[in-house]
């Protein structure tokens, strides 16, 4: 508990209700700290998921959300701290892992399809020719996200909620313990929204699979989290249900800070059921 602050500014002060601490840990975070030449991203992040807990790691623009996940992701040499899935080594347990990235990342400049996709994945290598086993698990997947007829197109002419949809399915093709998703509705429209958080609900209904979802997006945190980590200037300032972090202040906190792909664009502060 030593490394939960309540000290930002807008949060719940007093108690949090941490997992319990007997169940199996499907990510270990502990005392991690990512410096770049002349600045600390991450200074000092400790929490735990358990197996099957759904998290959404909110905090205002710039606290290094995106930083931690790539961290975790094996993309950003940690300075010091560790990082454990299923109790490995986070580089060593990748293949525990499925990534849903934010939608501007994930544009395809190359005709990809669908399938291609998927099956690279379960491969590990770009797929010159798809064999039917690998065929007909692509369409299960697809199929479990509700994106089956998504198959045979090419990804840069999806919508944004197809995409998304398709990045999902890709994310859990190889059973993962742990999906991590970066903001993946930002961009998306109203109704793709809509649909991809009945799938996120899906997600945090299940006990096998537990999920960290970054989001500005409060609709989000109120329908899937089961635990909310809160980061502020690379620090964790609060870790507890949504219930204990949803109070009147830290509402605005989350919501009123403009997300993802608008941030840059615009000083537009967003509606809370918004991203
Ligand atoms: N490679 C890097 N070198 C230097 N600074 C970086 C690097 N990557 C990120 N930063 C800075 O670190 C801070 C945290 O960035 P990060 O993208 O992790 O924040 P975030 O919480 O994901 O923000 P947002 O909600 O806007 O996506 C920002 O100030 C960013 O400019």
Not at 84 to 104: C, D
Not at 195 to 208: G, N, P, T, V
Not at 209 to 237: K, M
Request: charge should be negative.
């Amino acid at each position: 508990m030593s490394a939960v602050h309540a000290e930002a500014d807008g949060m719940p002060q007093g108690h949090f209700t941490l997992p319990d601490p007997s169940l199996p840990r499907v990510l270990e975070v502990e005392n991690l700290i990512v410096d770049v030449p002349g600045r600390r991203l991450l200074d000092g992040i400790s929490f735990w998921v358990p197996k099957g807990e759904f998290v959404c790691l909110c905090g205002p623009n710039g606290a290094g959300k995106s930083t931690f996940l790539k961290t975790v992701l094996g993309l950003m040499p940690p300075t010091s701290g560790s990082i454990r899935i299923m109790g490995k080594p986070a580089q060593k347990a990748l293949r525990e892992v499925g990534y849903v990235p934010q939608r501007k990342t994930s544009d395809m400049t190359f005709p990809a399809r669908s399938i291609d996709l998927i099956v690279a994945s379960m491969r590990g290598s770009w797929p010159l020719r798809i064999r039917e086993e690998e065929r007909a698990r692509a369409i299960e997947i697809l199929r479990h996200v509700g994106g089956e007829k998504l198959l045979e197109k090419e990804i840069a002419r999806l919508s944004g909620g197809e995409t998304q949809r398709v990045f999902l399915a890709r994310a859990l093709v190889n059973k993962p313990s742990l999906v991590i998703l970066d903001e993946p509705t930002a961009g998306v429209d109203v109704k793709g929204r809509a649909e991809f958080l009945d799938l996120l609900a899906e997600i945090s209904a299940s006990d096998e699979l537990a999920a960290i979802l970054v989001t500005h997006n409060l609709a989000a945190v109120a329908r899937c989290a089961e635990r909310v980590v809160y980061l502020d200037a690379g620090r964790v300032s609060a870790w507890g249900l949504p219930s204990e972090l949803l109070g009147q202040a830290s509402l605005s906190a989350i919501s009123a800070v403009a997300g993802g792909d608008h941030a840059a664009h615009s000083h537009h502060h967003q509606l809370p059921d918004e991203e």
